[in-house]
């Protein structure tokens, strides 16, 4: 038998018969030739010969039309919880990432960046119940690799590996998961995430109030509408769970399900709790007794006098540091943004001390808006013990830092400006070059370098001789302000005219004032 491309020829009797089809009859041809001088085909009736050429001609036909009957059915689309953003779209996201990074860099962060995959090894282990969330990639070259699940563990690695010990950083990435996506809540498989965090050992609870004072300043900042930031710590919770009774093994299993309790109701909860996860009843409705409370800084106060609660060292540990963070928030003039909630987990197996989450209120900016769920939209925390995790002495860094749910932010942006109707501007061009005659390209084009050399955004049109008109409605459409216009006579008298779109009024302009002129304007506008 051939390979692909090549004919083979037997008899079936005293027929040939094609067991490989050729790409063309050219190739059927050159067999038949070789195979003249045989004493077999000799005896192979004309008749057979032109039916083994019908046969190869079906099956050359066959193979040309397979790739476009196949093409006919394949579906053009993004996978599965990814898609793509229109400049639109990338206007409005990008507005929402400087108003971000700018608060991050108020507060003195550097930026940084690492692989948008690392190491399998260096990712397993770290979310608990969401290890299973990770895309893994196929081997390439003897390592096991897997794309980033968020930006704290590269962040934890990037410091052991590097022997930073004390570090203010943000890093806006990709990130990856493999989870069911909800594209309305703003869900996504593939989405960004904008991360702040400070590394070093400090005094208590002051990085983590400027953290809890840094979602603030941005969820204010961007006008979402009223919010709340739930706050907890892990020694806490991981005291309830002593003193009601659940195994110490069962700590991080019991607090993922005690972490789905804004998305299920207890009842659900306690179910996978008693049914999935081991745990006696009566364990389970002391813990609910506990995490249904929620409050200021009057029920850490309650807390410090539970007689079973401040039996527990871990939970007095972390009732006193809540106790001197609302201090700090106080300090800071947040603290009614904040509430001491005890049914906060955050189910991120790395946390070890404060956690917090930030959620929209129901009631929309606007009256004219419908409500929307989108779950949280900042979420953080302290997590002392990771960066040990990737120390070969075990040598820790305490850290503390929040996220910020960029892409659940801009669904609510989205429907807010699909409610009013909001335009928006895809370029920032502001000026156009114009003309009204033909054959004025490279005057365009020396008046033009001249603006972009002087760092004036500015277009032209892609033709040889555009209609004036067709120029002014581009301008029209696009939003650009000022438009400059030269013709024989703007050359011959040594002006340029410039036009405002908006008022269409025009000046003429000397050459040598035109750029000092654009940028009175654009400074005034």
């Known amino acids: 038998m051939g390979g692909p491309g090549l004919c083979c020829l037997a008899s079936s009797g005293d027929r040939p018969v094609l067991y490989a089809s050729g790409q063309s009859i050219l190739i059927a041809r050159l067999v038949v030739h070789r195979a003249r001088d045989t004493t077999r085909l000799a005896s192979i009736e004309r008749s057979h010969i032109s039916h083994f050429f019908c046969q190869v001609a079906e099956a050359a036909l066959a193979t040309q039309l397979k790739p476009h009957q196949e093409k006919s059915n394949f579906i053009i689309k993004t996978p599965k919880g990814t898609r793509d953003l229109s400049p639109e779209q990338m206007v409005v996201r990008e507005k929402i990432l400087d108003m971000v990074v700018s608060c991050f860099k108020r507060h003195g962060a550097k930026g940084l960046d690492t692989p948008a995959f690392e190491l399998k090894e260096m990712l397993t282990e770290k979310y608990g119940e969401d290890s299973g969330l990770v895309y893994d990639l196929k081997d390439q070259g003897g390592e096991l690799l897997s794309l980033r699940y968020d930006l704290t563990v590269p962040f934890a690695r990037y410091l052991a590996m590097n022997k930073v010990k004390k570090m203010k950083r ?73 003193v009601c009774g659940v195994p110490e093994s069962k700590f991080h299993a019991i607090c993922s399900s005690v972490d789905k309790l804004d998305k299920m109701s207890w009842k659900d909860v306690r179910h996978e709790m008693v049914a999935k996860k081991g745990l006696a009843a009566e364990v389970a409705d002391r813990i609910w007794d506990y995490v249904q409370c929620h409050g200021g800084v009057s029920l850490v106060k309650q807390m410090f006098q539970d007689p079973r609660l401040s039996q527990n060292k871990q939970a007095l540990e972390g009732l006193g540091d809540l106790k001197l963070l609302f201090e700090y928030l106080t300090l800071f003039g ?29 009631t929309p900016a606007h009256a004219e808006e419908e409500p929307l769920n989108v779950g949280s939209v900042a979420a953080g925390g302290r997590y002392d013990g990771l960066v040990g995790m990737f120390d070969p002495k075990g040598h820790n860094v305490p850290c503390v830092g929040l996220s910020i749910g960029v892409e659940r932010i801009f669904s609510i942006v989205e429907q807010r400006m699909k409610t009013f109707g909001e335009k928006i501007r895809t370029t920032e061009t502001q ?23 002087a760092g004036i955004k500015a277009e032209l049109m892609y033709k040889n001789n555009p209609k004036l008109l067709t120029q002014l409605h581009y301008c029209e459409n696009t939003g650009i302000p000022l438009v400059v216009i030269i013709g024989e006579q703007e050359l011959k008298e040594g002006v340029i005219k410039l036009r405002s779109v908006a008022s269409r009024e025009e000046v003429a302009i000397t050459r040598e004032n035109l750029v000092a002129e654009i940028q009175k304007r654009l400074s005034e506008s």
């Open 170 to 242: 943000y890093h806006v990435g990709k990130v990856w998961r493999r989870e069911s996506p909800t594209i309305a809540q703003g869900r996504y498989r593939e989405f960004c995430q904008c991360d702040f965090d400070i590394a070093g050992q400090f005094d208590p609870m002051i990085p983590d109030a400027e953290c809890l004072k840094i979602v603030c300043e941005i969820l204010s900042g961007l006008q979402l509408g009223d919010f709340l930031i739930k706050v907890n710590d892990r020694r806490i919770l991981d005291g309830i769970f002593a």
């Open 431 to 453: 000026v156009f070059v114009a003309t009204p005659q033909k054959n004025f390209l490279q005057e365009r084009l020396k008046l033009i370098a001249e603006l972009w050399d």
């Open 334 to 362: 947040i603290a009614e943004k904040i509430s001491f909630d005890l049914s906060l987990a955050r189910g991120l197996d790395y946390y070890t001390g404060v956690i917090y989450e930030a959620v929209l209120l129901q």
